[in-house]
């Protein structure tokens, strides 16, 4: 099992530094077409969403294990190949002892986050209603302008530290 995983992970992180400068280089160009105004819609996303509001409008518990649900799966589609680049390095350099320790530091770093975010937006509901609203209207323009600066520093940092374009010494 050990030789699969350390075969299948080394080629993986051979693959890292092209898969890094191809998200760089989509985050930018996304980032840049969103702050030009262009919006995006993925109709699965808004036929998922509009099944899930709805349920009732009042807070259950059924509401509040729903939202946990989405908002892991979110965190979890930013993380995962933070994830896996963690585990996979771990594996290769350190043994099965060195992943299970990132693993579990990882975990415990990732529950802290989302405990305080869930606790401030339990916390934060109906308090900032008037600013948010004011926020609103500039949420997609912002968003952009952090993805094009996202994109933009995956970009930098794989022509930097991959020896892609530097030349040969």
Not at 81 to 95: D, M, R
């Given at each position: 099992v ?7 992970s080394?080629?993986?992180i051979?693959?890292f ?14 980032g840049?077409l969103?702050?030009a105004?262009?919006?995006?819609h ?6 998922w969403t509009?099944r ?10 059924r509401s509040?294990?729903r939202?946990?649900?989405?908002y892991g799966?979110a ?9 896996l680049?963690?585990?996979?390095t771990?594996?290769?350099a350190?043994?099965f ?9 990882f975990?415990?770093g990732?529950?802290a986050?989302?405990?305080?975010m ?7 509901t109906?308090r ?16 952009g302008?952090?993805l ?9 940092y ?5 020896p ?5 010494s």
């Amino acid at each position: 099992v050990g030789a699969v995983v350390a075969g299948v992970s080394g080629s993986f992180i051979l693959a890292f530094p092209w898969i890094g400068l191809g998200l760089g280089i989509l985050l930018t160009a996304l980032g840049g077409l969103v702050v030009a105004g262009h919006a995006f819609h993925l109709s699965f996303v808004d036929t998922w969403t509009a099944r899930l509001a709805r349920g009732r409008k009042e807070p259950s518990a059924r509401s509040y294990a729903r939202y946990g649900v989405v908002y892991g799966l979110a965190s979890l589609s930013c993380t995962l190949p933070a994830f896996l680049a963690v585990i996979a390095t771990s594996l290769l350099a350190g043994g099965f002892l060195a992943a299970l320790i990132q693993f579990v530091l990882f975990g415990a770093g990732m529950a802290a986050v989302l405990a305080t975010m869930t606790v401030l937006v339990g916390w934060l509901t109906g308090r900032a209603h008037g600013g948010l609203r004011r926020f609103s209207r500039h949420a997609i323009r912002v968003s952009g302008a952090l993805l094009l600066v996202a994109g933009g520093y995956l970009v930098y940092y794989w022509l930097s530290v991959w020896p892609l374009l530097r030349p040969a010494s």
